[in-house]
């Protein structure tokens, strides 16, 4: 059954409002869930969270997981881990899906960035650009 979200508005520091793909995901840890808004990135290779969250769910984050990650124009040191993260479907249904994902030091991030690894694997997505709309199709893996 298909999932549909709404893009969501955003401001922009210009004041400008833009309508992007986001949607409610919950980021699970060790002891912890946080529900937050997670960018759908088709650019992006990996899931990215900033070290605030990660510590906060309680990932694990070694100086062997360290590595550079190279962002648009410059790269970054950052931590890559694994994360579970859980899409509310309808009528209640949850999906489980592992990811790998960077770790970014805070001043480096300022949204959750849900890349096509693992994640995009899991769905059929559709952006419907005119309607402002994120369309999930689960798959049974």
Not at 4 to 30: A, C, N, W
Not at 59 to 87: C, H
Not at 118 to 130: G, L, Q
Request: hydrophobic residues 40%; neutral net charge.
């Amino acid at each position: 059954m298909t999932i549909r979200f709404r893009y969501v508005q955003t401001d922009l520091p210009d004041g400008t409002k833009l309508s992007v793909p986001k949607v409610p995901l919950i980021l699970v840890g060790k002891n912890r869930r946080l529900r937050v808004l997670g960018l759908l990135d088709t650019g992006s290779t990996q899931c990215y969270i900033r070290k605030d969250l990660a510590e906060i769910l309680a990932l694990e984050l070694s100086d062997e997981m360290k590595t550079d990650v190279t962002t648009i124009g410059q790269k970054v040191a950052a931590w890559e881990t694994k994360m579970k993260i859980l899409v509310e479907g309808t009528h209640g249904t949850i999906h489980e899906i592992t990811v790998p994902v960077g770790v970014m030091p805070n001043d480096q991030l300022d949204e959750i960035i849900i890349g096509r690894e693992a994640f995009f694997d899991a769905f059929d997505i559709t952006f419907a650009e005119r309607r402002k709309r994120i369309l999930l199709k689960p798959h049974n893996i």
